[in-house]
């Protein structure tokens, strides 16, 4: 649609800097780069950063996934638990410290992962994964925190669920 309205578009292009740009006539420029350095999950066990992972699928590199547990409740959470449901898991289940009501994902991403499948497992925060489960400190929901979201807060107890693969979608950062 863009491109109907007359913008043009260039990718995988070295980018001149913005005084050259204008220099060569452009008046409007936005520079896209994308987040594609992964958030950092930090705990042990076999856990895969959602971007290298979700490409690796795409380029049809598949490994057994087993049950898998998508940490996150973002839109990228939202596609990473669907998508290991395609490419063969056993289960997916979304991890989230919060609950649905707190989760950033768009609606829309939320309703496609629950018609989907995708199981959610609320209000918990992974500690490690090791002999198929994933180890879990489960939380309650605290005062708000300065996004207005209410702020998890440990219980000092401890869940397990069955988990093979561990799939951090924890946020994006530019490289």
Request: charged residues 25%.
């Amino acid at each position: 649609i863009m491109e109907t309205m007359g913008v043009e578009v260039k990718l995988n292009t070295p980018a001149p800097g913005g005084e050259a740009l204008r220099e060569l006539g452009y008046t409007h420029i936005l520079f896209a780069v994308g987040a594609w350095k992964a958030g950092e999950l930090g705990i042990p066990g076999n856990v895969k950063p959602v971007i290298a992972w979700m490409r690796d699928v795409k380029v049809g590199k598949r490994e057994p996934l087993g049950r898998v547990a998508v940490i996150g409740g973002g839109n990228t959470a939202m596609d990473a638990a669907r998508l290991a449901l395609r490419a063969g898991a056993e289960s997916s289940t979304l991890v989230y410290r919060r609950t649905k009501q707190y989760m950033p994902a768009d609606a829309e991403e939320l309703e496609l992962a629950m018609a989907e499948g995708v199981q959610f497992l609320e209000l918990a925060a992974p500690v490690e994964q090791r002999d198929g489960k994933l180890v879990c400190k489960r939380m309650v929901l605290g005062e708000p925190d300065t996004s207005g979201r209410r702020a998890p807060a440990e219980t000092g107890e401890i869940l397990e669920i069955p988990c093979d693969t561990v799939i951090s979608a924890v946020g994006e950062k530019v490289d």
